[in-house]
């Protein structure tokens, strides 16, 4: 029985472990950037742990992090965080069809831990045409967790003997990171539907350029977002 669910693609906790232990090094550059960051802001290592275990967002804690040292209200922090993080919606949104069988407090446990990194593991995996299964998101999600956590707590531990990140260039982690993840996204679709893929790409590139002259960076990202889904719902209806 073990061998046919496995044939038909069903994955382990274990098996989501490893699928995301090609992050952990771009979890740890940053993590550690951001406990450094944190420490410099005056927060105590535990409030750090405490920020990463309930913000749970590299980009959100930097800015709190920046907002706190310039001692800006809590309502102007509160919604500066919740619109960097909006695009959690969208990324949640986007692959709750793959997991419609499972129960509501399950695809909460799912939704709310999924980040920019782990997102992009699981839309490959989902590209691959892999089945997925509870336990294998479970453990790509909470090794991700844990990593983040883990990496600001040590920052903010040495963060009194490492004031300046980018000189190890440890600012370039999150940069490397994604440039790995996007590698894996195309490489599939490029295979299958290079036209369409390559479409949506310059849709969201250009998108982006363009919003980013006139709003901010976190609604331009949103934008171009929705952009690129809707250019792939064109071309998918249109084929």
Known sequence: MKNHEYSLGYQTFREGFVACLPTILGYAGIGIAAGVVGKNSGLSVFEIALLSTL?????????????????????????????????????????????KKESLLRSISIGSLLTDESYGVLTTAIQQEKKLSFPWVSGLNITAYLAWILSTI??????????????????????????????????????????????????????????????????????????GCSMGVYLKDDN
């Open 154 to 227: 040590l920052g903010g531990i040495i963060g009194n003997w490492l004031p300046n990140p980018k000189a190890f260039g440890l600012d370039f982690a999150l940069s490397a990171m994604f440039i790995g993840l996007i590698v894996l996204q195309i490489e599939y679709p490029l295979k299958k539907r290079m036209k369409q893929t390559l479409t949506i790409l310059l849709t969201v590139c250009i998108s982006l350029y363009s919003f980013m002259t006139v709003l901010s960076v976190e609604v331009s990202v949103l934008i171009a977002t929705l952009c």
């Open 55 to 99: 913000v749970y967002a590299g980009s959100s804690q930097f800015i709190i992090c920046g907002m706190l040292a310039l001692s800006t209200p809590l309502s102007a922090i509160v919604f500066t965080t919740f619109l960097v993080n909006l695009r959690h919606f969208l990324m949640s949104m986007s692959v709750a069809q793959y997991f």
